[in-house]
């Protein structure tokens, strides 16, 4: 194993077995120990590196929750508690293949059911992780139940829940979620002009028309220097010169570049800096 924690291959790599340990021994209960929003902070400090310099695993939280019940008005997103706070919990992968889904679908009947998960971040306002793996968490209350084998724990991806493995009855906690507005749509306009650079280059932002009602929407929530780098970016996308002939001389790739580069950092870091704003203790 590499000191970032990946696996590797060659001769000196041996398969071992061991009986695994329960999420709420030592040394794995730890993991569930730190703050949500210390846990939250180290993910989005990694997305800030490359990806073959960010530790395994360096993506994931461990939270205990309670189940609130489905997310109104949202389909597959169940709704829960973590230390006082709401939070969405999301379908980890959507291949139906895999089983996260109707274990997600199944979790959400039952109120007041209490779990403890590891999850991926989402990043963004709405306070969300896609779930990958649930157990039993340590108190009293509401909770799987499970066969002795399982350790306390489902793998939501390759196990599959049934309406035995749920308690009976539970009752569903009180929670407050202050209102707040927050910019989570308006980031969506960053993010797309930025991968519309991506998917198609220049030639697609040149034909995207005016990015005029993207700008004002940005200002509004006080993201003017936002509203700027996709007005910078579309400009220099189209800004194409003719020569005497009339034909499109070639673009400054260099300038492009740059003016995609910027709106990418920007998009990526107030992305993060919101990410860290409402997972923190103080909301």
């Known amino acids: 194993?590499?000191?970032?924690?990946?696996?590797?291959?060659?001769?000196?790599?041996?398969?071992?077995?061991?009986?695994?340990?329960?999420?709420?021994?030592?040394?794995?209960?730890?993991?569930?120990?730190?703050?949500?929003?210390?846990?939250?902070?180290?993910?989005?400090g990694h997305r800030d590196r490359p990806a073959d310099d960010r530790p395994a695993g360096a993506d994931l939280v461990f939270l205990?929750?309670?189940?609130?019940g489905p997310t109104p008005g949202a389909r597959d997103r169940v709704h829960a508690v973590c230390a006082g706070f709401d939070v969405h919990l999301l379908v980890a992968h959507a291949d139906p293949a895999f089983a996260y889904r109707d274990n997600l679908r199944l979790l959400a009947t039952c109120p007041g059911l209490?779990?403890?998960?590891?999850?991926?971040?989402?990043p963004g306002a709405d306070r969300a992780v896609r779930v990958?793996?649930?157990?039993?968490?340590?108190?009293?209350?509401?909770?799987?139940?499970?066969?002795?084998?399982?350790?306390?724990?489902?793998?939501?991806?390759?196990?599959?829940?049934?309406?035995a493995d749920l308690p009976a009855a539970a009752s569903t906690p009180a929670v407050t979620v202050a209102a707040e507005e927050l910019p989570a749509g308006p980031l969506y306009l960053m993010h797309r002009h930025v991968e519309r650079a991506i998917s198609g280059g220049r030639p697609v932002l040149a034909l995207a028309g005016s990015t005029a009602a993207d700008?004002?929407?940005?200002?509004?929530?006080?993201?003017?220097?936002?509203?700027?780098?996709v007005e910078r970016l579309g400009q220099?996308?189209?800004?194409?010169?003719?020569?005497?002939?009339?034909?499109?001389?070639a673009g400054d790739n260099d300038l492009l570049s740059a003016a995609w580069l910027?709106?990418?950092v920007y998009s990526q870091t107030v992305e993060g800096a919101l990410t860290r704003a409402v997972w923190s203790a103080e909301q």
């Open 132 to 163: 990958l793996a649930v157990g039993v968490p340590l108190g009293e209350g509401p909770t799987l139940r499970l066969a002795e084998d399982r350790l306390g724990r489902v793998d939501l991806g390759l196990d599959r829940l049934h309406r």
């Open 236 to 249: 220099v996308a189209a800004g194409r010169e003719r020569d005497v002939f009339g034909r499109l001389r």
């Open 64 to 68: 205990d929750v309670t189940v609130l």
């Open 262 to 264: 910027a709106a990418a």
């Open 114 to 122: 209490r779990l403890r998960l590891i999850g991926r971040l989402e």
């Open 1 to 44: 194993m590499s000191a970032g924690g990946r696996l590797g291959a060659g001769q000196g790599v041996r398969a071992a077995r061991a009986g695994g340990a329960a999420w709420t021994d030592e040394p794995l209960g730890a993991l569930w120990d730190v703050p949500p929003a210390t846990q939250v902070d180290r993910v989005v």
């Open 215 to 229: 700008t004002a929407r940005l200002r509004r929530v006080g993201l003017a220097t936002g509203a700027t780098l």
